[in-house]
């Protein structure tokens, strides 16, 4: 009864350096998402997912590249991190709208918490 | 402005009190609004799922819309100390994309 599962739950990067955030699920959904988790600012979609082989912007994508690499899994990458890059990132997935384009809640992972010295 | 606006709190109360948590929202074509309970260090958990305006009820919570004032709520009867969690509302239109507000922190005291 997994889930989502993030890798890794914490990590500490230097500036310019670069990091790979893992999401895997488990439901079969085909959409996935990637949010970050600020102090006063609620949770805000970088990119996502809605089926395998297709990604798009969310609110806040600079400085992120996404790879939707099967139906389970959602990887973000952080090219050159940053200190303003420093959050928690959580991973998300759901079934596609349905077919009288109702949305769909998102399952989440637990997180992973970054922090860029 | 922020799309979905919510009172960060803190908000504290004792054990068996009525919770009430509400957000407000500007855009005018969100149609599904739902609520998640975030417990420390964890991902957020849907806890209530609702289209357009009116209540639903699950147990000790129930979630209302007010599409006329744009104001989503969620009362907690019988508030136990394992409701302690930070209360996030969410919304969105036909897009898939949800919006959330920035969170409710809870304690309820035993």
């Known amino acids: 009864n997994a889930g989502v599962t993030q890798t890794p739950k914490f990590q500490v990067l230097k500036t310019g350096q670069s990091m790979t955030l893992q999401c895997a699920q488990d439901?079969?959904?085909?959409?996935m998402y990637w949010y970050r988790q600020d102090p006063g600012m609620g949770l805000r979609l970088i990119y996502y997912?809605?089926?395998?082989?297709?990604?798009d912007k969310g609110e806040v994508p600079n400085g992120y590249n996404v790879s939707r690499l099967n139906k389970r899994e959602f990887s973000l990458r952080l090219e050159s991190a940053a200190p303003s890059q420093t959050s928690v990132y959580f991973c998300a997935s759901s079934v596609p709208p349905n077919p009288g384009g109702s949305n769909q809640p998102q399952h989440f992972g637990d997180g992973t918490r970054l922090s860029i010295l | 402005q922020k799309e979905v606006e919510q009172d960060p709190g803190p908000l504290s109360v004792p054990e068996g009190a009525i919770v009430s948590l509400n957000c407000t929202y500007s855009n005018s074509a969100f149609q599904y609004f739902m609520w998640y309970r975030q417990y420390s260090r964890k991902g957020p958990e849907l806890l209530m799922y609702?289209?357009?305006?009116g209540n639903k009820e699950d147990g000790r919570f129930t979630a209302q819309v007010d599409k006329s004032s744009k104001y989503i709520s969620l009362f907690i009867r019988d508030s136990q100390p394992s409701d302690s969690a930070t209360y996030l509302c969410a919304s969105s239109g036909s897009a898939r994309q949800l919006t959330f507000g920035s969170g409710t922190q809870l304690t309820v005291l035993p």
């Open positions: 997912s809605a089926s395998e082989g297709t990604t």
């Open positions: 439901m079969n959904h085909n959409s």
């Open positions: 609702t289209y357009s305006s």
